[in-house]
């Protein structure tokens, strides 16, 4: 199925993209860090980090942390993330909407998925 993923690019180093987004998600979903990296194959390690980043980018934060005691810490979305998360799905629909011939024409156009990799030569 043809997708369309959605990159906005404020400068050189700020964006939004779908893995973010996804993993904000899924932080709502299990309001955990931990259980929304397991559910990406990602390192706990490699989610925060992403998380963090993602949260200082904008002045309001995206998420809620609590620190880690006898039960493990939990992280919920804050109505500033769970509203960016709503926007970035809607332009992303939008968008699939928008150019719905012209993927579909593309697609009608596609070689067949070959088994083996063309070898460059």
Sequence with gaps: MTEIKLRIDF???RYIGHGRIQLL????????IAQAAKAMDMS???AWYLMDEFNSMFAD???ERQHGG???GAAKLTPFGAELVRQYREMEAKALSVFAKPLASMEKHLA?????VRKAG
């Design 11 to 13: 400068d050189n180093e």
């Design 70 to 72: 006898r039960g493990g």
């Design 112 to 116: 067949r998925q070959q088994k083996t």
């Design 44 to 46: 706990y390690k490699r």
């Design 61 to 63: 934060p995206l998420i």
């Design 25 to 32: 998600e899924l932080i709502g979903e299990h309001g955990s």
